[in-house]
Every structure is written in C-alpha cells, then in structure tokens.
C-alpha cells in the first residue's frame, strides 16, 4: 500500500511559478510511474504529466508543454511538478498518483491517488 501526500499548492500570479511535491511512503515507490492530474471546478479530472519508474521518459499534457517539468528523486520517494509561465486556467486541484501500469493519460490507470493540492493562478 503507497500513500501520497501533494505539498507545494499555493497561490501565484499569471506568469510566475510553483513546484509542487508529492512524497510516497509504504511502499516500493521506486517501481511505480507517477502522474499529476488536476481537476477544475465543475471538470473532469485530466492528465497533466507523467514519468516512468526510472526517470528516464516523461509524458505531458499539450496543454502545458513546454510550461511545467514532471521529475521525481527515488532516493527521496517524491516527485514533482516544476510549473512555469502559469496561466489562469492552470487553477485546478492537483493530485499525484501511482501505477503499476502504462496508459499514463487515464485515470483509470492509477491505484494510489493523494489527496490533493490546491493551486490558484490570479491575473
């Protein structure tokens, strides 16, 4: 069992930025590939990025490329989300999540979720 715990939300003006750091305990955090989703009021809950169990590949969203850098540090059990050149629309709940499995896009892909962080982008 892998809990995940998000830190780092926050409120920050259009065009600034924010990491965002999700730690993992209980289990082999290392095997697992992580993604960052975020949900908006009133939305569905979507992928924003992803990284596999290495380190070595990372998947994003087109809303946010080239924005925001998905990387984790095994040694420390965490991972982040280096967001830059915020935008409004990045307002949103942002959960971390764990997986056995490929298919990082889908939600459905993911067994362990934190709980989430709150991240709001003022103009």
């Known amino acids: 069992q892998v809990q995940l715990v998000e830190s780092g939300g926050g409120l920050a003006q259009a065009g600034g930025s924010l990491r965002l750091s999700c730690a993992g305990s209980g289990g082999s955090f290392s095997i697992f590939q992580l993604g960052w989703f975020r949900q908006a009021p009133g939305k569905e809950r979507e992928f924003v990025a992803a990284?596999?169990?290495?380190?070595?590949?990372?998947y994003y969203a087109d809303s946010v490329k080239g924005r925001f850098t998905i990387s984790r540090d095994n040694a420390k059990n965490t991972v982040y989300l280096q967001m830059s050149s915020l935008k409004r629309e990045d307002t949103a709940v942002y959960y971390c999540?764990?997986?056995?499995?490929?298919?990082?896009?889908?939600?459905?892909?993911?067994?362990?979720w934190g709980q989430g962080t709150q991240v709001t982008v003022s103009s």
């Open positions: 990284i596999d169990s290495y380190g070595s590949s990372t």
């Open positions: 999540a764990a997986s056995s499995f490929w298919r990082l896009e889908l939600t459905t892909t993911y067994g362990y």
